[in-house]
């Protein structure tokens, strides 16, 4: 019966990264097209200015900003994705180790959280 609790939460555990990894993929799909919506909008304005010869320099870094901030959203989610691995795999070579930090750290913030509604 005990061998079979630390499976039990391993695969828990394993259920929740799985659940992390499609929220965050979800959340990146769902950013996506609102910022290439926004780029392309973006694109479409200056070089209707460019055509008329009257670029600003405020929409370049407005475009620039969309296009860092996509960057940014991308190396995110690959770093996420990255930890995500990492976690997994140390949690199936030690899954025993895992559960006690779980367990350990979930004791440290309830004890933390009674002793401050305690006050």
């Known amino acids: 019966m005990q061998d079979k609790l ?6 828990a555990l394993k259920a929740d ?3 992390l990894r499609e929220e965050l993929a979800a959340l990146a799909a769902g950013l ?12 479409d304005e200056g070089a209707n ?4 010869g009257n670029g ?4 370049e ?7 860092d901030l996509l960057r940014k959203l ?4 690959a770093q996420g994705e990255k930890v995500v691995r990492g976690l997994s795999s140390e949690i199936e070579r030690h899954p025993l180790v895992s ?11 309830a004890k933390l959280w009674y002793e401050e509604n305690k006050q």
Do not use: Q, T
Not at 32 to 43: F, I, L, N, T
Not at 56 to 59: A, G, I, S, T
């Open 6 to 11: 630390p499976d039990k939460e391993v695969a």
């Open 17 to 19: 990264v799985a659940r």
């Open 99 to 109: 559960v006690m930090a779980a367990f350990g750290l979930g004791y440290i913030i």
């Open 56 to 59: 600003h320099d405020k929409e």
């Open 61 to 67: 870094e407005s475009y620039g900003a969309w296009e």
């Open 49 to 52: 200015e460019a055509a008329h």
């Open 32 to 43: 996506k097209p609102s910022a290439d919506e926004r780029s392309a909008g973006v694109k």
């Open 74 to 77: 991308n190396s995110s989610k």
